[in-house]
């Protein structure tokens, strides 16, 4: 079978073999391969990055912008069960048909270019909005911002929704370098919403450095949480009162939320900035795998943190859920800091199983069980297949635990499929 005639699932594949690394920053190989495309630009482009935050943040701003007369894309990374999630039209995920097009059609302009998985992912999105007519493109930055796939497409405005340590191999391994390497979605003239009250020194100084419209939390806008659930909002010009918590589990969401405000504030959208209008965008939300709640004979939690900063927003949320005994059946890849993220979920896992992630850069099984048992001075099953932690976490689950299924994309997604497969 020609490429051109291959199904979907072969050509991600295929895209797996083009480049000799998986990851490989840099800005000029789809540069040159967009610029042989033509592709036509939408007419508002939104970056979002940041370490954790930014699923939720994209989702929040594509409900948000979503109107009769106009199409917003979105394209995130990873997808937890189907590629067609990373890219979606109104919140609908593309169809293997368009995404096939738009593969041939990378193809076609690529000639020897040797692309990576996500630096072809990220051109096929922008070849399906050309195609769809999209008005505004919500696109998640993968790693860091500057020498990122997504930052070779122009913006007209980012948001940064935190900086914390993840990806220390490729961005750096303190704040200030990796707070660096995300401020690189900036722009001279542009606005920029940094969603964390704690701004890195190198995100204000890079702003500076480039003339960028910086918009910090806790300086150019504030919100409160008031006892009774709900919160507030005020910006530079604008002030919400009595909103409703966004339908996202988890307490982060309100900071991410304000962020989004922010920058629709900063753009100009005063007509969105009406509190039943926010309500209603930001109380239809889901996102698969995030603080995400499946009840069966137990109660399944399924959270894709994998670092500790996630890990301890984790841990903060279900610890305000109550102390039911947990199980945590958990798999992470190479690159992670276990050590740090295990330690965030201690005091709310009573018992833990370890897996190997579906990705060949994760830790495995027996060495992440290991890991695990010495950071937490106690034991930790090996798990060698799902069905294996599966047993294992009811057996431990008795009749009133939780499950966590966490620590990875590459081992909430596989499990939740497998669930929905018996729904």
Partial sequence: MTKAGLPLTDWLRRLETLSPREIELGLDRVLEVSGRMGLDRPSRVI????????G?????????????????????????????????????????????????????????VALTYFEYGTLAAMAVFDVMNVDTAILEVGMGGRLD??????????????????HCEWLGNDIETIGFEKAGIMRGGEPVVFADPGVPAS??????????????????????????????????????PSLARPSLAGDMQVQNAAGVLALIEALGLDGLLAPATVDAAFGRLSLPGRMQLLRREHDWLFDVAHNPAAATALAATMQRSGTTPSVAIIGMLDDKDVEGIVVALAGIVDHWIAVTAASPRAIGAAELGRRIANATN???????TQDAAID????????????????????????????????
């Avoid at 701003?61 to 990373?86: C, K, Q």
């Avoid at 796939?149 to 993840?166: F, Q």
């Fill in 378 to 384: 106690g034991p930790c099953v090996v798990a060698d």
């Fill in 47 to 54: 970056h979002v990055a940041g370490t954790n935050g930014k």
């Fill in 203 to 240: 995100v204000q100084q890079q702003a500076d450095r480039i003339g960028a419209r910086l918009i910090l939390a806790g300086r150019d806008y504030t919100w409160t949480v008031v006892d009774d659930g709900s919160w507030s909002w005020q910006g530079q010009g604008h002030e919400l």
């Fill in 149 to 166: 796939a997504v930052n070779a497409i122009e913006p007209d405005a980012g948001l940064i929704t935190n900086v914390s340590l993840d």
């Fill in 392 to 423: 294992d976490a009811r057996e431990f689950a008795g009749s009133e635990g939780r499950i966590l299924v966490t620590g990875s994309f590459y081992v909430v997604g596989p499990l939740l499929e497998r669930f929905s497969k018996r729904d």
């Fill in 56 to 112: 939720s943040s994209v989702a929040m701003l594509r409900s948000l912008l979503s109107a009769p007369d106009t199409i917003v894309g979105t394209y995130t990374s990873p997808h937890v069960i189907h590629y067609n999630e990373r890219i979606c039209i109104d919140g609908e995920p593309a169809g293997d048909t368009q995404i096939v097009a738009a593969f041939e059609r990378v193809e076609a302009a690529r000639k020897d």
